[in-house]
């Protein structure tokens, strides 16, 4: 299975700053022959399921502002949002679809300091 | 805008078998992979496994002695049943619909369904 870790477990970012979350995976998910990372961010508040937020690991869903952006290729990857607004605390996960089984990170914890 | 709706059982006895029926609305339920995704209280997500609409499943390796998917396609619904349930299987289980973009990109979500294992 591929390990996916993700980094810090937990953090809190003021309001209107930058948060940035870190995924790493224990193997390449990057597909060579169509070159696209098989990596998703996902990002779930209490009590709802997750809600799909980057694809392709930098393409976002439609209706995902554009202060979250995703980045990163082979086996490392980071999630990014930008001018954090109070709606953004939640947790967020990445996960590989390279292969079966698909796995996520632990989630990282998004809180507002 | 497509809804899924995860229905069964709240509470099963230890080694019994867990049966869960997701219904899709909204759309049809042909040519996607529908997956089932489980949250333990407090914990991290696990990928059971998913079913396309021929019938053809790939299911978790840590649980695949344990599961079985089917999809009725004429109700929109696919199930999940997971047997010789332990405490360990107490989670949020949530269906998935993946294949708009990818097979593994779940683009919608189930609300979940909290399935508690227990005498």
């Known amino acids: 299975d591929i390990v996916m870790t993700q980094s810090p477990d937990s953090l809190a970012v003021s309001l209107g700053e930058t948060a940035t979350i870190n995924c790493k995976s224990s193997?390449?998910?990057?597909?060579?022959?169509?070159?696209?990372?098989?990596l998703v961010w996902y990002q779930q508040k209490p009590g709802q399921p997750p809600k799909l937020l980057i694809y392709?690991?930098?393409t976002r869903e439609s209706g995902v502002p554009d202060r979250f952006s995703g980045s990163g290729s082979g086996t490392d990857f980071t999630l990014t949002i930008s001018s954090l607004q109070a709606e953004d605390v939640a947790v967020y996960y990445c996960?590989?679809?390279?292969?079966?089984?698909?796995?996520f990170g632990q989630g990282t914890k998004l809180e507002i300091k | 805008q497509v809804q899924l709706q995860e229905s069964g059982p709240g509470l099963v006895k230890p080694s019994e078998t867990l049966s869960l029926t997701c219904t899709v609305s909204?759309?049809?339920?042909?040519?996607?992979?529908w997956s089932w995704i489980r949250q333990p209280a407090g914990k991290g997500l696990e990928w059971i496994g998913r079913?396309?609409?021929?019938?053809?499943?790939s299911y978790n390796p840590s649980l695949k002695s344990r599961v079985t998917m089917s999809v009725d396609t004429s109700r929109n619904q696919f199930s999940l049943k997971l047997g010789s349930v332990t405490a360990a299987d107490t989670a949020i289980y949530y269906c998935?619909?993946?294949?708009?973009?990818?097979?593994?990109?779940?683009?919608?979500w189930g609300q979940g369904i909290l399935v508690t294992v227990s005498s």
């Open positions: 998935g619909r993946g294949g708009t973009y990818s097979n593994g990109i779940f683009d919608s």
């Open positions: 909204g759309g049809s339920i042909s040519s996607y992979y």
């Open positions: 079913i396309y609409t021929s019938g053809s499943t």
């Open positions: 193997q390449s998910v990057l597909y060579s022959s169509n070159n696209k990372n098989y």
């Open positions: 392709w690991a930098s």
């Open positions: 996960q590989q679809y390279y292969g079966t089984p698909y796995t």
